[in-house]
């Protein structure tokens, strides 16, 4: 499977937007780039996923690099309750892990959202 | 709502004393895993099953089973604990297997 690289740590003032990067330079054609986020005290929870153009949704946005070598999250106002760890996930959705259903979490990003 | 509960939330246990952990979801859900979250080595899976009656080996399934006799229900049996299964333990599900995950909150497990 290929790996995902992301910074330990980032911070941001709440209220503001937020962009969280992820590093994929080995991504194949049939990895689909998936973000997680685990607020503490609780399980992961799903945030968005895409492919190649980028996604939308109620919780936030996803920008794929047109090599696909890089994905960015982006919250666009970020409140006291994005604090969490989020972790951006390559899914071969073409074979391999893609079919088992395993998620293959790294380190991620502990978000801290500062008042 | 949509939800994977499990239970106990937490537990203390001594050494060799089997012990259930129960992950049950409301969502018809075919596909159920479990995972492990331990500091410095992130989640990992132990067990997953695609459907009733059908479960598989994940990355760290030594020390555990499970069953999936209903689509609902997949509980992680620890047959005789050890300290070294002291951890964070998740159980999640899906639909396809590639799906969303929706996962439980969590049980913490400590083995004495």
């Known amino acids: 499977d290929a790996k995902t690289t992301q910074p330990n740590s980032m911070e941001s003032n709440e209220e503001e937007p937020v962009h969280l990067p992820c590093n994929h330079s080995?991504?194949?054609?049939?990895?689909?780039i998936h973000w997680y986020r685990q607020l503490p005290s609780q399980g992961p929870e799903y945030v968005i996923h895409?492919?190649?153009s980028n996604v939308n949704n109620r919780m936030a946005s996803l920008a794929i690099a047109e090599d696909r070598k890089s994905s960015t999250l982006i919250l666009h106002r970020a409140t006291l309750r994005d604090a969490a760890v989020y972790y951006c996930?390559?899914?071969?959705?073409?074979?391999?892990?893609?079919?088992?259903?395993?998620?293959?979490f790294g380190q991620g990003t502990t978000l801290q959202v500062k008042p | 709502e949509a939800q994977v509960t499990q239970n106990p939330r937490y537990l203390i246990t001594v050494t060799g004393k089997k012990l259930t952990v129960t992950c049950s979801q409301n969502?018809?859900?075919?596909?159920m895993s479990w995972y492990r979250q331990d500091p410095g080595l992130g989640l990992r899976q132990i067990y997953y099953?695609?459907?009733?009656?059908?479960?598989d080996k994940g990355d760290v399934p030594e020390g555990y089973k499970v069953s999936r006799k209903e689509k609902r229900n997949f509980p992680l049996i620890l047959e005789s604990p050890s300290p070294n299964q002291t951890s964070l333990y998740f159980c999640?599900?899906?639909?396809?297997?590639?799906?969303?995950?929706?996962f439980g909150q969590g049980t913490r497990l400590t083995v004495v």
């Open positions: 999640a599900s899906s639909s396809p297997p590639r799906g969303e995950a929706f």
């Open positions: 080995t991504i194949s054609g049939t990895d689909y």
């Open positions: 895409g492919l190649t």
């Open positions: 996930i390559l899914r071969d959705e073409g074979g391999g892990s893609g079919n088992t259903g395993k998620l293959i």
């Open positions: 969502m018809n859900h075919e596909y």
């Open positions: 099953s695609m459907n009733v009656e059908v479960t």
